[in-house]
């Protein structure tokens, strides 16, 4: 099994000063063998939070840290698969009263699809999608 990283557990490792390359090695002593993989759309959320970035220092540093996670890991696209299976959950829950944010589902989704966890600092969201195992790193 692998594990998914959703941005939380990544934005909180870059405020707290670590660069990609010691919050990954912290990660890989927590979780041993296991993969450690991204979601594109993971990427997508630390791109915007990039491009929000209040200083150029802080712009820099985050474009970095990006690069050194693109470098070192493993990105899963979304796939027609994903899309689909993500169209009916969101369906299904909507008409059930539950909005769940979209990114958030197809991060969860690919993590389904591969049979991994998902590493979220955000557990409501994610406990939510029926058979994603969530674990807090």
Do not use: C, W
Not at 3 to 29: F, H, T
Not at 110 to 130: D, K, P, W
């Amino acid at each position: 099994m692998g594990v998914i990283l959703d941005s939380s557990v990544l934005i909180a490792a870059e405020r707290q000063g670590q660069n990609a390359r010691q919050m990954l090695s912290a990660m890989v002593r927590k979780t041993g063998d296991t993969e450690i993989a991204l979601s594109v759309i993971t990427l997508l959320e630390l791109a915007h939070g990039m491009a929000r970035a209040d200083t150029r220092e802080r712009k820099l540093k985050r474009e970095q840290f990006i690069q050194e996670l693109i470098v070192a890991l493993p990105i899963y696209p979304v796939t027609t698969t994903i899309a689909l299976r993500v169209g009916q959950i969101d369906g299904a829950s909507q008409s059930k009263g539950i909005r769940l944010p979209l990114a958030d589902l197809l991060i969860g989704v690919t993590a389904l699809e591969l049979g991994y966890a998902v590493a979220t600092g955000n557990l409501r969201h994610f406990q939510r999608i029926s058979g994603v195992t969530v674990t807090q790193l």
